[in-house]
C-alpha cells in the first residue's frame, strides 16, 4: 500500500504561481507513472499531467504554463504551475500507478492509477 499526501495547494491571484508537491510513503518504481489529475465542483475528475519512464505528457489546457517533475530520492513528484488562470481552479489530486510499461501517453485516465492522495485546494482569482 502507497499513501500520497499533496502539499501546496493555496489561493493566488490570475498570472500568479504555485508548485504542489506529492510524496510517497515508500519508494515507487521511477518506471511507474505518477500523475496530477484535477476536478472543479461539478466536473469529472480531469488529467493534468503524468510522468513515467518514457517522459512526460501534459493536457492541452496547460502546456506552456505547468511542467510536471519527479525526485525518485524523495519519492516525491512536483506539479510547477506558472501563468494560473481563474479557470485552473480546483481541487488537485496526486496519483500513483504500478505498471512499469505504461507510458506516460497512455496513463491519462483515473483508472490507470492505484492510488490517491487526498487532494489539495487550488483556488486562482480573477
Known amino acids: 500500500q502507497v499513501q500520497l499526501v499533496e502539499s501546496g495547494g493555496g489561493l493566488v491571484q490570475a498570472g500568479g504561481s504555485l508548485r504542489l508537491s506529492c510524496t510517497a510513503s515508500?519508494?515507487?518504481?521511477?518506471?511507474?507513472?505518477m500523475g496530477w489529475f484535477r476536478q472543479a465542483p461539478g466536473k469529472g475528475r480531469e488529467f493534468v499531467a503524468c510522468?513515467?519512464?518514457?517522459?512526460?505528457n501534459l493536457a492541452d489546457s496547460v502546456k506552456g504554463r505547468f511542467t510536471i517533475s519527479r525526485d525518485n530520492a524523495k519519492n516525491t513528484v512536483y506539479l510547477q504551475m506558472n501563468s494560473l488562470k481563474p479557470e485552473d481552479t480546483a481541487v488537485y489530486y496526486c496519483?500513483?500507478?504500478?505498471?512499469?510499461?505504461?507510458?506516460?501517453?497512455?496513463?491519462?485516465?483515473?483508472?490507470?492509477?492505484?492510488?490517491w492522495g487526498q487532494g489539495t485546494q487550488v483556488t486562482v482569482s480573477s
Open positions: 515508500r519508494r515507487t518504481s521511477s518506471r511507474s507513472a
Open positions: 496519483a500513483a500507478g504500478t505498471s512499469g510499461f505504461a507510458t506516460a501517453q497512455e496513463t491519462i485516465h483515473p483508472r490507470d492509477y492505484d492510488y
Open positions: 510522468i513515467s519512464w518514457s517522459g512526460s
